[in-house]
């Protein structure tokens, strides 16, 4: 009995576990935050943070922007923006982190840092997807914001680090 030969079994597995771990896996932190006895805090602590990131990424990358992250990628990502993101994101953590969740201003502002290093990398992986896949945007849901994945990319790499900062603190 002869078995037919498999092409590209490797990659075809990959793409099969990214189907399983990219959305439900990563977008489960969100749920583990939100049963938390403080959930709410810390769930609203988690996409806030992404959000602040994007807005001052964009914002600091349009009026600062002049050196690109990784053109051949994110063409309009720039290390200005990620400047500017990365103080707005440490210093709102530092200040709502102790209101929303149980963090002290130090660990927020650590955590912050944290955020600042994964979020973009969410935006990036998705980039990546959308360049491998040639296409513009993920979806039409958003008209002219790169589909309804652009929301939550950097959600999805925020979540699991918000999660693990409550572990490693002792919380």
């Known amino acids: 009995m002869s078995f037919p030969t ?13 189907g399983i771990a990219y959305i439900p896996l990563l ?7 939100s049963r938390r006895e403080d959930g709410r805090g ?6 806030g943070a992404a959000a602040v990131y994007d807005i001052f990424a ?3 990358g349009s009026k600062l922007g002049r050196h690109p992250m990784a053109p051949s990628v994110s063409p309009n990502k720039t290390w ?8 707005a994101t440490v210093l709102v953590a530092f200040f709502a982190g102790p209101v929303l969740g149980p963090w002290s201003p130090s660990e927020a502002a650590l955590l912050g840092l944290a955020i600042a290093v994964v979020a973009p990398l969410g935006d990036l992986v998705e980039s ?3 360049r491998d896949l040639g296409i513009k945007d993920m979806g039409t849901i958003f008209p002219g914001h790169g589909g309804a994945l652009d929301r939550i990319d950097a959600i999805l790499f925020v979540a699991p680090t918000v ?8 919380h």
């Open 80 to 87: 200005e923006g990620a400047a500017v993101a990365t103080l």
């Open 6 to 18: 498999r092409v590209n079994l490797v990659v075809n597995v990959a793409i099969t576990m990214m």
């Open 58 to 60: 964009y914002a600091g």
């Open 27 to 33: 977008g489960s932190f969100v749920g583990l935050l």
């Open 128 to 130: 990546l997807i959308k």
């Open 42 to 47: 810390v769930t609203i602590a988690a996409i």
């Open 163 to 170: 999660w693990f900062s409550l572990q490693l603190f002792g």
